[in-house]
């Protein structure tokens, strides 16, 4: 049976190094506690993908040492993989070539920082990498970046002169893809949360008052901790 990779990347939460920018407003305590729900709540994503499917869940992290802090966030089915450098498109290519030369037919590449991630649209990109011929799924974010990579060969292309951080990584990416006839299939967009403007987005649709993002994953973890957080209320 094919068996799916899906991974998270995704920093251990530690207080300090953990969701600066958010750390900034609500305090490093609060940004790193709010960062590990949202691993959880991406890894509940992961495992609401129909089994059916073949699919198998992996957190994709750093730094090296963290593996207690992994093993503590993400179910027990999930396997590690520490990430291979620093730069984003070296951990984004690295990830991708260990899990296919692990064995598995495909990989989708997710990021930690969406806690509402649809787990549809994990689905949606596993079926789609199934399909005949070769392709690249993407799932765009709000800021211009993208929420996910889908990829069945490890195609470095995809990664160079890309302007990571920016909003024009997704767009890059799809002219990569085009440069060399790669197939893309889009997503819907969805949104990272990394400052308290999409803090207060993910409040808003937890709440159910967001027009702009619906039908998003439950979020337990981070709908408890924002709801017993007073530093964090709206």
Known sequence: MSIAALGIICKAPQPGRSKTRLATAIGEVAASELSACFVRDVAAAIEAVPEVLG????????????EDIMQQLLPAGFGLLLQAGDDLGHVLLGATRALLLAGHDCVVLVNGDSPTLPPRLLTQAVETLRQPGDRVVLGPASDGGYYLIGLKHPHKHLFTQIAWGTETVARSTCERAAEIGLATTLL??????????????L?????????R?????????SRAFMKAAPQISP
């Open 55 to 66: 699919r198998r869940g992996y957190g994709v992290y750093a730094p090296a040492g963290a």
């Open 213 to 221: 993002f619906r039908g998003g994953g439950f979020a337990a973890a």
């Open 188 to 201: 819907p967009e969805w949104y990272d949360v990394d400052d308290i403007e999409t803090l207060r987005w």
């Open 203 to 211: 409040q808003d649709e937890l709440a159910g008052h967001s027009s």
